[in-house]
């Protein structure tokens, strides 16, 4: 293992923040792995950690193949995290709309062009990032739209979906995106935890990279080989929203098999206690993606389910 | 006459609601009158635009039989930002001015953005009040996305800024309200001026003469204004940026929108711990200070100043 510094930002009030890199194996740049990008992608952090510890032992069994490397980056934004803050502690940016960076802009964009020259010549990019909503999701790699993506090699990962959506410009900032733009394959991998440690699912995410790695020729690793995946376009997804605000209670959970007329949830009036609306499921389907705050706005995305042909 | 044209359940006992006043002629309306619509407050920390909502109602009361089209003023995009002062959607954490046009069918934030745009649609122009953020400080000006210029140019030219910026298409600028507005025939155009989370009564005041220019010029108002200034017109190519090389305590020693020569002291970077000086920043071309540093404390990279050759 080799450890590298990828970025230093000097501080008067704090101590630096040091952006590392650790690297296995010798040769070809084959597969760049990159943690959290917010404060609050401690999920990711954990996963990243976990890597380079099985990386390390791989490493010394002689099992990382000949001319390949790896390089795990956990994460581009000590200084948020530490302060418990989702974006950049002084300006509230997020750098993961700031890639591929430029070193002579703003602080932000300078830590994301700190990180991208480093991460910009792997063949293959992983980023383990999170959901602008409170939710949880069904383990999925994630994919733009962007005419680079290659959803069979997606597959290789054995997660349970593959998930396209189509690109918006305010994805064109993102790492995934410029990734893909100079020519890196790149995945981004869900799982359902941002905030808190989810061993099992940590477990899941760390599989599938081993997975694809394994695949893929870069690593010798013998495991569990996962699922055969399904892959799903994001427009296809039925979205179940709620029409009143108030307290949300939810019955069902992901990866849960739903029929048409199913009690999703409930929105309870929080003065009263009674229910002011019972969100049922509009189709038969396996629920992909739900909210998980404890109260919720009108119009608020509940659920997106996946919807399936069940007939029993 | 208020209007709400947006509104969203939030958890306890509380309606989010996007409201705007609408004056029309005292003769009522025959069909065939121009509209002008004043935005502001889609980031919470601005708060230029607030006078200016006010001082433009203010005068047109004065003076109400003038009035000949329909002013449609938005004082706050984003109530709850505005209220807690946050810069974005407070619980979403999200930019609104990244998600227009949005959707009907989308969350919260999107949702909004939605139904703002169906009540902006059909506006003869918009103008989109913005002032900088807490850091920077900007003199009065217009910016506009250069596929938009043609239409645009004529229309700020008339509203009494101190300078237009002609900036380069950026594909993630596509979400804001004014390109999407644009991009349906409404023009739009997006003054920056001030600072965040203060007011600048005489740059409030200056805008209000210019929309009044503007209204006039539309035949919305027929009463006495003031001939606007000419504005100084640039491109990216003529603006420079500062950026700071290291951290500590921002002290300016130029003036905000004053000639700078080459080599000219723009101001010093200290730290407090060791009561050195971290970086001496000098202009690196003679030109005009159009933003400054506001906010004393940076990092490296922050933004010093941008100069206009
Ligand atoms: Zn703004």
Known sequence: MEEKLLFELDSVYRDNMRIKGFSF??????????????????????????????????????????????MVVPTANSYSMNIAKRFWSTDNTDINRMFPGYNLGETTQRIAAGVFENVNDYEYGIQFTSFYMQGSFIPHVRMMKTGFENVELAKDFGLPYVFRREARPYDTT???????????????????????IDVASAREAINAVLNFLNKNEIIEYSCHQGYVSQFIEGHTLVNVKSNVSGIFIRYKDVNTRVTKGDTLAEIIDPHTGLPVDTIKSPVNGIVFFHADQPVIYSQAPLYRIIPTDDLY | MIQTIASVG?????????KKNRLIPQSGLNGNEKRISIVTGTHGDELEGQYVCFELQRRIKENYSALK???????????????????????????????????????????????????????????????????????????????????????????????????????????????SLNSIGTPTLVVEMGVGMRIT????????DGIFALMKELGIWSGETAAPKTPIISEDGEVSFINA??????????????NVKKGDCIGKILNPLTGEVNETIFAQNDGIVFTLREYPIVSEGSLIARILA
Request: proline share 4%.
């Open chain 1, 25 to 70: 194996g010798k040769g070809e740049k084959s597969v760049c792995i990159v943690g959290a990008t917010r404060g609050n992608e401690v999920q990711q952090v954990y996963i990243c950690s976990q890597l380079i510890k099985i990386f390390r032992q791989l490493e010394k069994q002689g099992k990382i193949k000949e001319n390949k490397s790896i």
């Open chain 2, 245 to 258: 090389g290291s951290s500590g305590v921002f002290l300016p020693s130029v003036e905000h929108w004053k």
């Open chain 2, 69 to 179: 089209g329909i002013v449609d003023v938005y004082p706050a995009l984003n109530p709850l930002g505005i209220d807690s002062i946050t810069r974005g959607i407070p619980a979403f954490d999200l930019d609104m001015n990244r998600i227009f046009p949005g959707s009907e069918n989308g969350s919260m934030p999107e949702y909004i953005a939605s139904k703002i745009i169906g009540d902006l649609i059909g506006s003869d122009v918009v103008i989109d009040i913005h002032a900088s953020n807490i850091f920077l400080k900007e003199i009065p000006q217009v910016r506009i996305n250069e596929l938009s210029r043609d239409v645009l140019v004529p229309y700020a030219k008339l509203i009494n800024v101190d300078y237009i910026w002609i900036h380069s298409s950026a594909t993630v600028l596509e979400s804001t309200l004014a390109y």
């Open chain 2, 10 to 18: 939030l958890p306890i006992d509380e309606t989010l609601m996007i």
């Open chain 2, 201 to 208: 009564k005489n740059y409030g005041d200056q805008l209000v």
């Open chain 1, 174 to 196: 993102t790492l995934n995106y410029n990734w893909q733009l100079w020519e890196t394959k790149a995945f981004s991998v869900y799982t359902n935890a941002t905030d808190s």
